[in-house]
């Protein structure tokens, strides 16, 4: 199975300030006969089940604002919010389709 | 609008078996990938397995095979979720999730609410 590693576990930041979230996977998630990277991201806030909002690493799910960014390839990834909001609060995750189906550990975001 | 309804909160023992339905509304049903996804409580996301109904054959976790089956009915357009040989560490929301189309299969735009099932003697 290919292992999903989320970095950090917990990340405080202020209201307009950037938010950094890292992923990285055991083997390249990219499938070179379409050159894409089969990484998607997911919030999900307390209650509720996951959103996706990025899929093939950097495209963005209709309906997420513009201030979530996917970026990377092969092993390497991150999610940005150019400038948190408070309904930005929850725990975000990465997920590789590449093999089966794998999930990051999590990482959970909280206003400073 | 797709939509996933799954079934009420399940309570069960130790060593019997749950069986959670997940009934989709709006789009194609059969050419979907649906994937079952669980959460113990503070824990994070698990794959458990996925069908892609049109052709009939499930994929499953490697830690979940031989206890868990997938399966759809077309005619309903629901999928369901059975796991066996209950222990207490299966107590968890249980999510079904649609996939993406063609290779964006393992991409889940939509959601059911979750399932609660508690395994408690």
């Known amino acids: 199975d290919i292992v999903m590693t989320q970095s950090p576990d917990s990340l405080a930041v202020s209201l307009g300030e950037r938010a950094t979230i890292n992923c990285k996977s055991s083997?390249?998630?990219?499938?070179?006969?379409?050159?894409?990277?089969?990484l998607a991201w997911y919030q999900q806030k307390p209650g509720q089940p996951p959103k996706l909002l990025i899929y093939w690493a950097s495209t963005r799910e209709s309906g997420v604002p513009d201030r979530f960014s996917g970026s990377g390839s092969g092993t390497d990834f991150t999610l940005t919010i150019s400038s948190l909001q408070a309904e930005d609060v929850a725990v975000y995750y990465c997920q590789q389709y590449y093999s089966s189906i794998t999930f990051g550990q999590g990482t959970r975001l909280e206003i400073k | 609008q797709v939509q996933l309804v799954q079934s009420g909160a399940e309570v069960k023992k130790p060593g019997s078996s749950v069986k959670v339905s997940c009934k989709a509304s709006?789009?194609?049903?059969?050419?979907?990938?649906i994937s079952w996804v669980r959460q113990a409580p503070g824990q994070g996301l698990e794959w458990m397995g996925g069908i892609i109904p049109i052709f009939g054959t499930a994929n499953y976790a490697q830690k979940f095979q031989g206890r868990v089956t997938i399966t759809t009915d077309e005619s309903t357009s629901t999928a369901y979720m059975e796991l066996s040989s209950l222990r207490s560490e299966d107590t968890a929301v249980y999510y079904c999730?649609?996939?993406?189309?063609?290779?964006?299969?393992?991409?889940?735009?939509?959601w059911g609410q979750g399932t609660l099932v508690t395994v408690s003697s």
């Open positions: 999730a649609r996939g993406g189309e063609g290779a964006a299969a393992g991409t889940h735009g939509y």
């Open positions: 709006g789009g194609t049903f059969s050419s979907y990938a």
């Open positions: 083997q390249s998630v990219l499938y070179s006969s379409n050159n894409k990277n089969y």
